[in-house]
């Protein structure tokens, strides 16, 4: 480590780093001994260089690579000016109006901060206009009694349902191909002779599934009832991630995690349902696609719609995004609660557009039409 | 993290800006960020993590640090489901069935049997066991694409990178007796896991600047006629602001180049652009944006 004499008169490494981390990186301190080493190796003639290295050594994805000349200005300044304290805090708000731009999100889950931090991110990516809107919207259509019954039913059912999806898994891939490696380590006690051979099979892989689900106000229930069934089937995805959309998109993903998920449900109802005003399926998802795409779709992703079909936005779009999305994933689920009614027709606009592009397409106004998902999974 | 002595080639590379120099030397135009972050390779043994979109050399910086520094450049390939047999190391079953065959007749304890077909002889070296044995001089690892391989693999070598060690049960610990200098690639199909980015330097490769894509272009190409050459550039830095699936990288400005100089073109009109939209345009969907787009336009 450089004896403090060798540092730059005008930056200390340290406090640069300690900097960083307050400004969401995720540098731990590890990439501050790592920066002292390469401060040394630099030989801390040139400025620039310094920049360059340290940028090196700090940030480990494109969105910190982006801020980094910002936060080391702002470091910069922060320190020319004589009554530091009082500056720093003034550039803060700045700063901080800069966070939920595009991938900053990313910085925000980065930084291993606590839940409150993240759920605070999380809902900060639309931006400041759906905060702004986010209000309060009647979804009672069950009634409570009901609701509470249906809950428990629902609860047991998925669980068991989760059960059986594991079992299914284990009993299907037995054998796939002979393990030679094994079967001439079992051969070697009698004599070289390849007598019982090994086999192996494809370890089952877990899928991904991301489920996107439309709050306008008569969605809700339904939504409700589709975040329950999903997160029941917790074990056997690797990951589930839940986004609502109307006009624009926000991960609703940690507020789920939690081991009491009827009242997290509960509470989700009272503070994120809907905004008013026309749901654009093809706008969100395009923002789902630019924003969250990379990070969430695979070839082993399961993604679900959750939507009436009511658009306001344009078909073609919905048709194009749904197009990528199709392309990236495993499989693209479209649930239409108003399938369940006797006379309906998927006609309408948006909906005719979408359905070309959807694997499958089916009703989830009940329990039921839920729990034949499970073939599908 | 163990230090190796330093090799003479390391000796002789003064600062950043040498090593700039001597990478234009070789060929690859570059900025003094990507020689910062090469530099710092060299110095700290880091690993270093290269990020950007396709087409932009960041395989291209591997094969030019293992000719700057003379040595070999070892590359592992990533892909879905690739598996440690074919990453690390895998015994010759053929092989060893053979030799079991063979010395059936010999007079030998079985202990001493398992003890040769368990041997180096048998072993199939894959690029990363390559890499830990190299004998004379560092080598460069490149691994390629690790967004491809799945997370379990990341993890794998998480253990690698830091340790630079690898045990094969048969045979015991094989330690490296040269730190190779490793250079990760991702085109971000999917975020890699923190613990792998922490270890890691990391560099993000953005699209080139006008003059920087230049200067590419002539080193790239030397024949090329300077007025081709800065209309190719100026209409694929045009194509780029089109929201495309696949925006074209600096291998496709050169492909285009390449193409127009092949059919005797001066200049690039609106023609031999519809003639050569393979090169820029890599799906019928970004081929019609592109035209609806209006390549006049763009040319001009």
Redesign the interface.
């Known amino acids: 480590m450089p004896q403090p004499e060798q540092v730059h008169s005008a930056f200390s490494i340290l406090e640069f780093c300690q900097f960083a981390r307050k400004k969401g990186f ?3 301190v ?2 501050t001994l ?1 920066a002292l ?2 401060a040394k ?3 801390l003639v ?1 400025l ?2 310094l920049e ?2 340290l ?3 700090l ?4 969105e ?3 801020l980094f000349t910002r936060i080391f200005e702002l470091f910069l300044s922060s320190r020319e000016s004589t009554s530091g304290t009082d500056s720093k805090v003034g550039h803060e708000p700045r700063f901080n109006a800069l966070r939920p731009e595009a991938g900053s999100r ?1 910085l925000v889950g ?1 930084s291993g901060s606590d839940a409150g931090q993240a759920e605070g991110g999380g809902k900060s990516v639309s931006g400041a206009s759906a905060q702004e809107r986010l209000q309060k919207v009647d979804l009672a259509d069950v009634p409570v009694d009901d609701l509470l019954a249906l809950e428990q039913i629902s609860t047991r059912l998925f669980r068991k349902m989760s059960l059986r999806l594991s079992r299914r898994r284990k009993i299907k891939n037995l054998r796939e191909s002979v393990d ?2 094994r079967t ?1 380590r079992r ?3 009698r ?2 002779d ?1 007598i019982t051979l090994a086999f192996r099979g494809r370890k089952p892989r877990k899928h991904k599934l991301v489920i996107f689900l439309d709050v306008s106000g008569s969605m809700n229930s339904y939504s409700l009832f589709l975040v329950r069934f999903a997160y029941a089937l917790q074990k056997y995805f690797k990951s589930v991630n839940t986004f609502l959309f109307s006009t624009n998109v926000v991960e609703i993903t940690d507020l789920l995690r939690t081991r009491d998920l009827p009242d997290a449900l509960r509470g989700l109802s009272q503070r994120a349902a809907g905004w008013a005003g026309g749901t654009k399926i093809g706008d969100s998802l395009r923002d789902f696609n630019r924003q969250q795409g ?2 969430l779709l ?2 082993s992703t399961v993604f679900i719609i959750l939507s009436d079909g009511w658009d306001t936005g344009e078909p073609e779009l919905l048709a194009g995004e749904l197009r ?1 999305t199709r392309r990236r994933v495993r499989k693209l689920i479209w649930l239409n609660p108003l399938l369940g009614l006797e006379d309906y027709a998927p006609v309408t606009r948006g909906m005719s557009a979408a359905l070309p592009h959807v694997d499958v397409f089916s009703a989830a106004h009940n329990l039921e039409s839920l729990l034949a998902l499970e073939r599908y999974l | 993290m163990p230090t190796s002595p330093m090799t003479p080639e390391c000796k002789q590379i003064n600062d950043v800006d040498d090593l700039l120099r001597r990478f234009e030397g070789l060929g690859y135009v570059t900025d003094r960020a990507l020689a910062t972050a090469v530099y710092l390779v060299i110095k700290l043994r880091k690993p270093l993590l290269i990020e950007g979109h396709a087409g932009l050399g960041k395989t291209e910086v591997a094969k030019v640090l293992a000719s700057m520094l003379g040595t070999r450049l070892i590359r592992l390939q990533c892909y879905e489901g690739l598996d440690v047999n074919s990453a690390v190391y895998e015994w010759n079953y053929q092989k060893q069935l053979l030799a079991i065959k063979i010395e059936e007749k010999i007079e030998r304890t079985v202990e001493e049997k398992e003890k040769h077909i368990f041997s180096k002889e048998f072993l199939l070296e894959r690029p990363l066991l390559q890499s830990i044995l190299a004998e004379e001089a560092s080598p460069v690892l490149l691994i390629d694409e690790i967004d491809r391989a799945d997370e379990a693999f990341e993890a794998f070598l998480l253990e690698l990178l830091s340790d630079f060690q690898i045990t094969v049960p048969e045979m015991g610990t094989i330690k490296a007796k040269h730190l190779p200098y490793v250079i990760l690639t991702s085109n971000r199909t999917r975020e890699l896991s923190d613990a792998l980015k922490r270890r890691c330097l990391y560099h993000w490769i953005d699209y080139p600047s006008y003059e920087k894509e230049m200067k590419i272009v002539r080193v790239r190409l030397p024949g090329i006629e300077e007025e081709l050459g800065s209309q190719v550039v100026r209409f694929v830095q045009a194509v780029r602001q089109l929201d495309l699936a696949k925006p074209p990288g600096v291998t496709e400005t050169l492909d285009c180049a390449q193409s127009a100089m092949s059919l005797g073109k001066h200049r690039l009109d609106v023609q031999t652009v519809e003639e050569t939209l393979g090169c820029v345009a890599k799906s019928l969907d970004d081929g019609n944006k592109l035209k609806a787009a209006g390549i006049e336009k763009m040319l001009s």
């Open positions: 995720s540098n731990g590890q990439q790592s080493e390469a190796a630099i030989g040139d620039q260089v360059l290295a940028r090196a050594v940030c480990s994805s494109k910190e690579w982006d990313a980065l030679v490696r001439i051969s070697i006690p004599g070289g390849p990379r990070r695979s070839p990528d």
